[in-house]
């Protein structure tokens, strides 16, 4: 039995959303969220290459976040030196503890800082 293209491609598009895969935006430019606007919904990934400096005033480390769906959930195993560069590709919109939709960068597979921890924020295109 032959299924035509439009039908596999209705099938894909579903089986995605099932899932729960997040659409990916591509960034042009300078890409940066802050949490007073949000155009984009909750757990979209936007592509954004650039450099973070974390510091977190509370604690010695920064804390990592790991996701569950939009759900981030504390890293019990994991953190990052503060004060220390890191590299991120993507990030992401989602709600912190308190509910408040805030922006989380990825730094590793499935690992994320929040926005609180952040202490500079570099996206330019090409150099790093």
Same mark, same amino acid.
């Given at each position: 039995?032959k299924?035509?293209?439009?039908?596999?491609?209705?099938l #894909? $598009?579903? @089986?995605?959303l099932?899932?729960?895969i997040?659409? !990916?935006?591509? /960034?042009?430019q &300078?890409?940066? #969220? $802050?949490e @007073?606007?949000?155009?984009?919904?909750?757990?979209t !990934?936007?592509? /954004?290459?650039? &450099?973070?400096?974390?510091?977190?005033?509370?604690?010695?480390?920064?804390?990592?976040?790991n996701?569950?769906?939009?759900?981030?959930?504390?890293?019990?195993?994991?953190?990052?030196?503060n004060?220390?560069?890191w590299?991120?590709?993507e990030?992401?919109?989602?709600?912190?503890?308190?509910?408040?939709?805030v922006?989380?960068?990825?730094?590793?597979t499935?690992e994320?800082?929040?926005?609180?921890?952040?202490?500079?924020?570099?996206?330019?295109?090409?150099?790093?």
């Amino acid at each position: 039995m032959k299924l035509s293209k439009t039908f596999i491609g209705i099938l #894909a $598009s579903a @089986s995605m959303l099932s899932f729960g895969i997040a659409p !990916v935006v591509q /960034a042009t430019q &300078t890409a940066q #969220a $802050s949490e @007073s606007d949000f155009d984009i919904p909750v757990g979209t !990934v936007t592509k /954004a290459p650039g &450099t973070i400096r974390v510091y977190d005033d509370s604690d010695n480390v920064t804390h990592l976040y790991n996701f569950e769906g939009n759900q981030p959930h504390i890293s019990a195993v994991r953190s990052v030196e503060n004060g220390t560069w890191w590299y991120t590709d993507e990030y992401k919109t989602a709600p912190d503890r308190n509910g408040h939709i805030v922006t989380y960068y990825r730094v590793s597979t499935n690992e994320w800082v929040i926005k609180y921890d952040l202490d500079t924020v570099n996206f330019e295109t090409g150099q790093y």
